[in-house]
């Protein structure tokens, strides 16, 4: 049974930094593509980022680009968002993704098989 947990969320202020870290269970982490979605109240899930299984093709979504950088440790099973200069509209829920396949090629919802609980990350201003 594939487990994926992220921890990290939390309150920050407008220009603050957090980290998100996700870990998996039951999964090829090495051989396997991961990244991170996110979903705001009443608005749909949205893909931020994606690292290929070797984390040297990576994905940004255009809003975070800049400000956010995805990065995994393939030996500790663990996957990292650095989030810097937050925004309040950068306010959701966190939800790290786990592929079936090696590459993030588009990353859409449909691509992602497993989900981890999601973690809230809330930027005030």
């Known amino acids: 049974q594939v487990q994926v947990i992220e921890s990290g969320g939390g309150l920050v202020q407008a220009g603050g930094s957090l980290r998100l870290s996700c870990t998996t269970s039951g999964l090829t982490f090495d051989d396997s593509a991961m990244g991170w979605f996110r979903q705001a109240p009443g608005k749909e899930r949205e893909r931020v980022s994606c690292?290929?299984?070797?984390?040297?093709?990576?994905y940004y979504e255009d809003s975070v680009k800049g400000r956010f950088t995805i990065t995994r440790d393939n030996a500790k099973n663990t996957l990292y968002l650095q989030m810097n200069s937050l925004k309040p509209e950068d306010t959701a829920m966190y939800y790290c993704a786990a592929k079936a396949s090696r590459l993030c090629s588009s990353f859409p919802l449909s691509d992602v098989p497993y989900w981890g609980q999601g973690t809230q990350v809330t930027v005030s201003t």
């Open positions: 690292s290929n299984w070797q984390g040297d093709s990576i």
